[in-house]
């Protein structure tokens, strides 16, 4: 029922191949997807995400890549959620109420909203060091 998307999972990956790296040590996601099989399209947006959100730092040039900037063990899984897939809400309605054609006669929003409100502070106390084993 709760899946995670695709790309939380490519960021878990690429993070969890970063973090066996030396500090400093610039990554580059051609190297990440080559050693783990995930696809460079999609792990390259999430790449950029992380970066734009500070969990990494981006090298430009011939040289360049990535590097690990922020301390996995304050970083969570609602801040990865949120910034790889835009929302951590459970239905459509939450986010969009044109999005849900039964919302005119709808009796499980409010217990919908509780769910979410639920899963969103769960996922703010969980570490993405705890996750990926620190």
């Known amino acids: 029922m709760n899946r995670l998307n695709r790309k939380i999972e490519y960021a878990f990956i690429a993070l969890k191949y970063m973090r066996g790296k030396y500090a400093g040590q610039i990554t580059t996601v051609k190297e990440i997807c080559e050693a783990t099989g995930i696809p460079f399209d999609a792990t390259s947006k999430v790449m950029q995400q992380m970066a734009q959100a ?14 690990l900037t922020s301390d996995l063990s304050k970083v969570t899984l609602h801040e990865i959620i949120e910034l790889t897939t835009g929302s951590v809400d459970v239905v459509r309605c939450l986010k969009s109420k044109r999005d849900c054609e039964f919302l005119r006669n709808c009796n499980v929003v409010s217990p919908m909203k509780t769910l979410s409100h639920k899963l969103n502070e769960f996922y703010q106390t969980l570490s993405v060091a705890e996750i990926l084993g620190s």
């Not at 500070?54 to 590097?67: D, F, H, M, N, W």
């Open 54 to 67: 500070k969990i990494l730092k981006s090298e430009q040039g011939p040289a360049g890549g990535y590097l």
